[in-house]
């Protein structure tokens, strides 16, 4: 197996000059929208759909009125101020995503980083949605794969501390039996990760992201509530539609 990384959301529009379509890409957005999707469908969801904009969801619910929309910008919901119409059913946090409001029903989502990045995945053979929730499913799956490229969603343009660890994280799953060949930056995830997993939660709490979460006290659980280890079971996977994600037990 062949891992690599890519760390800033500045690398995504190089993914569509490259020949993906023999390699499974896994998308951290730790803080938070891949945590909310893995939330979402173990609560019963039906699917998730990640849009690049405001405009593409809101069509989505023109032709499909039963569809809830979830999502954020600047880190808070979505409002009508921004769509000329109502507000989004949900923010981006996981917590929000109850059983008792998703259940059997299709999510289409937008925000900041994380659904930017996994549309940049456009061309891979597979596409999965990954956090520290889901971390050992998405191992399991994954161990049937020759190339995997981790994919970092970052914080604006720069690289996020909770998705470089997790994607460490990942790294130290799939280093067991026979080893992988790491690139230089999966084997930089790889060893950020060895040193903060004594104490993960200290770590990711100094992040950016985790910073302006815990600031925000409606929002400050959701720090926490993401750094679960495997509470889920399922990779998060690209059904065969290419728009929608759904669960896969492994």
Do not use: H, W
């Amino acid at each position: 197996m062949n891992i690599e990384a890519i760390l800033t959301p500045a690398e995504l529009p190089a993914l569509a000059g490259r020949d993906l379509t023999r390699t499974a890409c896994v998308v951290f957005d730790v803080l938070r929208a891949t945590s909310t999707f893995v939330t979402a469908l173990g609560n019963g969801a039906r699917a998730v759909i990640p849009v690049s904009e405001i405009s593409e969801a809101l069509a989505i619910r023109q032709r499909q009125p039963d569809v809830l929309l979830g999502g954020e910008r600047d880190g808070v919901k979505i409002r009508a101020a921004r769509t000329g119409g109502g507000n989004f059913d949900f923010g981006n946090s996981p917590r929000e995503y109850t059983a008792e409001k998703v259940r059997c029903k299709t999510i289409v989502s937008t925000t900041t980083n994380g659904t930017r990045a996994m549309r940049a995945c456009a061309g891979a053979q597979t596409v999965l949605a990954a956090s520290f929730l889901n971390l050992g499913a998405t191992a399991r799956f994954l161990r049937r794969q020759n190339r995997v490229l981790l994919v970092c969603a970052g914080t604006r343009e720069n690289a996020a501390l909770e998705d470089a660890l997790a994607a460490g994280a990942l790294c130290e799953l799939l280093g067991g039996g026979d080893p992988p060949a790491f690139s230089d930056s999966a084997e930089m995830v790889r060893r950020a990760y060895a040193q903060a997993k004594s104490n993960l939660a200290e770590a990711v709490c100094g992040s950016e992201n985790a910073r302006r979460l815990l600031a925000i006290p409606d929002l400050r659980d959701d720090v926490p509530f993401c750094l679960r280890r495997d509470v889920y079971p399922f990779a998060v996977i690209r059904a065969s539609d290419g728009a929608a994600y759904v669960a896969k037990p492994v």
